[in-house]
């Protein structure tokens, strides 16, 4: 019989979190918001959860949400995961950003621009404190007020956030890495918009090319390329 101790209720915890990751990762979100919710009820469970690690599964239920577009609940998952990020850790923690950024993304989702940017230039701010100033979470941040200064109308201000996070991610990433894919694809949107159909449709296949290269063939952000392409294309 298996002698079930803390060490092992640590590590299924931190197993069904990174189940839950590859299945996100394959777009397969559904499985990914199940395991992710194992992984919390999991460590809730525990004779002492890490409140820590808490927080990062519930973060990650609540981007699962987002993409599915379960906004309430994804809301309320993210600021369960504030909430206790408050609590444990130093008010500058990278966390926080990353915490930060993630409820942006709802917000944006949403169509609440404003509030979204605010929460974007916290996180910047957070990050300028805490981070190096090429980090990754720089290039999100840059890349997430790009989307939004686009939706405003805000083209040269959403241009220059696109570029400054394609600068970051050439430098940090390897060339065919799934975010300098969205970089591109979001660069694209822009142009669209814009009414410059040839530099979207250029850098729409440079998007495509990482994404056939880097993300399995059944993943979702290869069907919206195509039908990106494909709109585009009909135009």
Known sequence: MLKYSLETETSAATVYNNLGSIYNDQGEYDKAYTYYTKAVETELNMTSPNQRVIATYYSNIGNVCNVQKRYTEAIEMLEKSVEIRLKVLPANHPDMGTSLINISQVLNALGQYEKAINYLKKAFENNFNSLPPDHPSSSIIRNNLGQLYHRQ?????????????????LKVFLADHPDIAWTYNNIAVMYEGDGDSTEALGYYHKALQIELHSLPLNHPDIAATYNNLASLLQE
């Open 153 to 169: 109308g805000k083209f040269k201000e959403a241009r220059e956030m696109y570029e400054r996070s394609l600068e970051i991610q």
